[in-house]
């Protein structure tokens, strides 16, 4: 067997893809995977550009592969920067043998084999491919339900990377989700850049009509599914039947994220994202009123071009009245092929740091609340993962991480759990018999 290394960097999305290459790369060639990149025979760089941080880094990162990998062993760039920078990563990296764009990953087996193998055509339709199985965890299942993005918010390079939205076939869905649940994992986690938008476009005409909430519904069906997760979904696309069947199925996992990007209407509007502040405070809000429980996550990007302290102030207001139990917070990064890269307000770096710390110094001080309200709190926790300390952690249905002691025999089951020491990051608790 040929060893195989896989770095992955970037969001859910690129671990799925990881997935679906270490299957194809085990059934239709010889690789398996290895943890030791100087032992391997290929390594790959499962790549993610939505900032420009990553992409300075790769290319020293494959200057450390350079170094220390085998004689003879193969380097692979695949993922979003792979989309983009297409075959000037050749020029950049010689020692680089292939280059797999985001959408072209069926097509990994011919890239492993083929001199100097390029191919990043977004317009490709994977949407249909049936991938060899393999998955990284036996407790919880990726399945993609739709490919590409069709937003266009001018700060972002995803659709540049991943094409058109075109939605999977329902029952490709439906058997991944059923095989994944009977093989053990309880839960599915549904994948996609606008999940509820789902059903919007398929490939070929479908046999029946299926938005996000009935496809929710038809999961849940399945017997062993325990429970259902999914990630993103679009504010915009958040209507009375998406929210009502996320609070009403029980095996709907109680935690949204919401993606706000920015709290200002009109920063909104020059972001292209279609709602306004007044739209995503009353969903929130809506949500928080069907869920009392519900947990809801974001992502706030800051310095966006032409954020006045004004604008920003309103991402300030709209965390003081939703309260997110989670914020990933990002400084704007200018991306090529971008709408927003050409707009001449940029905002000063200093700026835009100072503003993110508010943000997060403010952050904090919400989850210790939220954190401290939670002692005594009895939680369902589904738990996946040993750590090295004697804990085992796992998940509330809210998406709290929530550690015991225990061992491996705790894997795979769901136990009640009386939260005895609430953290900031983490809620330590005990097993209630
Ligand atoms: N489809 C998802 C987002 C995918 S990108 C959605 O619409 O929410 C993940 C996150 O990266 C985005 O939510 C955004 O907050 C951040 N991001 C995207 N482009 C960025 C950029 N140019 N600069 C800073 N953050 C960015
Ligand atoms: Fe990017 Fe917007 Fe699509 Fe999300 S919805 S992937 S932020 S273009
Ligand atoms: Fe990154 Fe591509 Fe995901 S740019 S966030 S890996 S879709």
């Known amino acids: 067997m040929k060893q195989l290394y896989i770095e992955t960097l970037g969001c859910a999305m690129n671990t799925r893809d990881t997935e679906h290459i270490i299957a194809e790369l085990s059934t239709k060639d010889n690789y398996e995977l290895c943890t030791d990149a100087s032992q391997a025979d290929l390594i790959m760089i499962n790549t993610c550009s939505v900032r420009e941080k990553p992409v300075n880094k790769l290319f020293s990162e494959i200057g450390v592969f350079n170094k220390i990998k085998k004689d003879g062993a193969k380097i692979g760039i695949c993922g979003c920067i792979a989309s983009h920078l297409g075959a000037e990563i050749f020029k950049r990296a010689p020692s680089v043998s292939f280059v797999l764009g985001a959408r072209n990953v069926s097509k990994v087996v011919k890239a492993v084999n083929t001199e100097k193998f390029v191919d990043v055509d977004i317009d490709y339709d994977e949407s249909t491919y ?10 919880k299942a990726f399945v993609n339900i739709s490919i590409g993005c069709d937003k266009k918010c001018t700060y972002c390079i995803v659709p540049h990377t991943r094409g058109d939205e075109i939605s999977i076939p329902v029952d490709l869905i439906i058997n991944e989700a059923r095989k994944a649940a009977q093989n053990g994992a309880k839960e599915i986690f549904l994948l996609g850049q606008n999940v509820n938008n789902y059903g ?12 996000f909430s009935d496809l929710l519904n038809m999961i849940s069906d399945i017997e062993e599914v325990e429970r259902i997760r999914f990630t993103s979904p679009h504010p915009l696309h958040m209507d009375d039947k998406f929210l009502h069947t996320f609070a009403n199925n029980p095996k709907v996992c109680k935690s949204m994220h919401m993606p706000l990007q920015s709290g200002s209407t009109h920063i909104l509007e020059e972001m292209k994202r279609g709602y306004t502040k007044e739209w995503f405070l009353n969903r929130a809000l809506k949500l928080r009123e069907l869920v009392p429980d519900v947990s809801i996550s974001t992502d706030i990007i800051v310095a966006f071009p032409g954020e006045s302290d004004e604008d920003f102030e309103h991402s300030m207001d709209v965390m003081e009245k939703v309260k997110f139990e989670q914020i990933f917070a990002f400084k704007y990064s200018a991306r090529p092929l971008t709408k927003a890269a050409e707009f001449t307000n940029q905002v000063d770096k200093e700026v835009g740091s100072a503003r993110l710390k508010r943000l997060q110094d403010r952050q904090n001080e919400i989850l210790d609340e939220i954190s401290a309200s939670r002692r005594d709190v009895v939680y369902e926790v589904y738990f996946e993962e040993l750590r090295n300390n004697g804990m085992v952690a796992g998940r509330s249905d809210n998406n709290a991480l929530v550690q ?21 990051l983490s809620l330590y608790g005990e097993i209630l018999k």
């Open 130 to 139: 049936a991938f060899s199985e393999f998955r990284g965890s036996a407790h």
């Open 200 to 211: 919007r476009r398929f490939s070929s005409k479908p046999k029946q009509k299926v938005d």
């Open 404 to 424: 015991v002691e225990g061992d491996e025999e705790l894997l795979g089951s769901i136990q009640k759990v009386k939260i005895t020491n609430p953290k900031r």
